[in-house]
């Protein structure tokens, strides 16, 4: 059974850094593009950044500059540096990454449990 767990998450004071970290585990041949998302009370879930199994990396325009998404290819991991914190951060972030399970059925969609990020003003 495939796995996303995400963690890292916490309360911090605005102009701090956090570094959220998810990890992919179970039975996979393949991994391809992996994201951070979030959702903040009351609003959508929004891309925050995504890399591509090629190491291509875009970030939505409220997080460019403060926030560096990697990936360590050997251990089936994403990282989400953020720095420069603001309240408007404040969400739980959800690690989505696109699976194959065997080598001939398609990419599907994965998602973490989500871990809450916090800053306080």
């Known amino acids: 059974q495939v796995q996303l767990v995400e963690s890292g998450g916490g309360l911090v004071q605005a102009g701090g850094s956090l570094r959220l970290s998810c990890a992919a585990s179970?039975?996979?041949?393949?991994?391809?593009?992996m994201r951070w998302y979030r959702q903040a009370p009351g609003k959508q879930r929004e891309l925050v950044a995504g890399i591509s199994s090629g190491g291509s990396s875009n970030y939505a325009d409220s997080v460019k500059g403060r926030f560096t998404i990697s990936r360590d290819y050997a251990r089936n991991m994403v990282y989400l540096q953020m720095n420069s914190l603001k309240p408007e951060d404040t969400a739980v972030y959800y690690c989505n990454a696109g699976l194959k399970i065997t080598s001939v059925t398609p990419f599907r969609d994965y998602w973490g449990p989500g871990t809450q990020v916090t800053v306080s003003s």
């Open positions: 179970g039975s996979f041949v393949r991994i391809n593009d």
